[in-house]
């Protein structure tokens, strides 16, 4: 099984750039999709983004589509989320997640695998 563990949050300006990392242990991450998500207080759970283990194929919530970008080091077993032209909505706390599989599934689906998560915040 895997285990996750998110780091890289912190407190931004709306415009900044701000990257997460999920360092993935228990197994190599070549072989497992991997997602982030992010929930604000009161907020239901949005998923951000989701990277397959194998075709390298991507997904993005349109709310982060153009500014956000998921890639992994393979040699570090990390997945990074790069955040760019931050908002103040995009403020939460991002997890990231495993579905147990190669692929991504719905974001609605059952995750297997989850960090604790890292706070960001985006204020002026």
């Known amino acids: 099984q895997l285990q996750l563990e998110e780091s890289g949050g912190g407190l931004v300006q709306p415009g900044d750039s701000l990257r997460l990392s999920c360092e993935v242990s228990?197994?190599?991450?070549?072989?497992?999709?991997i997602a982030w998500f992010r929930q604000a207080p009161g907020k239901k759970r949005e998923g951000v983004s989701c990277?397959?283990?194998?075709?390298?194929?991507?997904i993005y919530a349109d709310s982060v589509k153009g500014r956000f970008t998921i890639s992994r080091d393979s040699n570090k077993n990390i997945m990074y989320l790069q955040m760019t032209s931050l908002k103040p909505e995009d403020a939460a706390v991002y997890f990231c997640?495993?579905?147990?599989?190669?692929?991504?599934?719905?974001?609605?689906?059952?995750?297997?695998?989850w960090g604790q998560g890292t706070q960001v915040n985006v204020s002026s």
């Open positions: 990277r397959d283990a194998l075709n390298g194929r991507t």
């Open positions: 228990g197994n190599s991450l070549d072989y497992y999709a």
């Open positions: 997640a495993a579905p147990g599989s190669h692929y991504c599934v719905p974001f609605s689906y059952r995750f297997e695998y």
